[in-house]
């Protein structure tokens, strides 16, 4: 009779902790980074990956090569870093830096940072991460409560439950004038039942920056 009792309790105690890690954190436009006063709520993105935006009616044809600033690590104090040692910040912005390059190559001639002529210029500054909740992050996607959850979400490309993320801002200028051609800021994470990029702390970061060197790859084109 005890243990029936009880039942409700557990199951109380297991919802909220669902719900609370259902809340996740949106990106703002960063004070800190040099078009934050020109970034406004985007018109062109359903998906909430990119809530704010800075856009011109550039054709991007224009260019030919680009210029990779080395990705920097946001340190004011509206950045959103949760459970991330500066270790995992050091490594999630090499690995941006490494994911992003790849891709601009495959879009442009090559890196061109001896020249500025038909060359933009790139600056990626990591502004959060979030990393998975041990055990949990998996278990999120069996169990009663999170499953059902995380299958919702996944058909909605939404985030799941327990599992991290990481946000970014991009900001891109014209190499030769330094003028602003556009810039965004970006939340990326795994599908909701990605059952790999639930294992390990920076799992869903690095599958979140693999996704948002693509993103930045669509948005070139």
């Known amino acids: 009779m005890r243990a029936l009792s009880d039942a409700p309790k557990a199951i109380t105690l297991a919802v909220c ?8 954190t949106q ?9 934050a006063t020109q970034l406004r709520p985007s018109q062109h993105d359903d998906s909430g990956r990119i ?34 040692s500066e270790d995992d910040k050091v490594f999630l912005a ?11 190559n495959a879009r442009f001639l090559r890196n061109s940072p ?8 790139i600056k990626l500054t990591l502004t959060g991460a979030k990393a998975n909740t041990a055990v949990l992050s998996t278990f999120s996607r069996f169990d009663l409560l999170g499953g059902p959850y995380n299958a919702v979400q996944a058909v909605r490309g939404k985030e799941g439950a327990m599992t991290g993320s990481v946000s970014f801002a991009v900001e891109i200028y014209d190499a030769s004038t330094n003028e602003l051609l556009g810039a965004y800021v970006a939340k990326q994470y795994p599908n ?8 390990g702390a920076r799992s869903a970061s690095i599958v ?10 669509a948005y070139l084109q």
């Open 114 to 121: 001896g020249r500025s002529t038909n060359a933009i210029r």
């Open 94 to 104: 090499r690995y941006m830096q490494n994911q992003f390059n790849d891709k601009l």
């Open 51 to 84: 809530p704010f935006e800075y856009r011109t009616n550039i054709d991007w044809r224009r260019y030919s090569g680009f210029v990779l600033d080395p990705v920097a690590i946001y340190r004011g104090s509206d950045s959103q870093f949760e459970d991330v």
């Open 17 to 24: 902790l669902i719900l609370t890690a259902c809340a996740s």
């Open 192 to 199: 909701a039942w990605n059952l790999k990029a639930g294992i």
């Open 208 to 217: 979140g920056i693999e996704k948002g060197a693509e993103q930045l790859a």
């Open 27 to 35: 990106p703002v436009p960063y004070a800190g980074i040099a078009s």
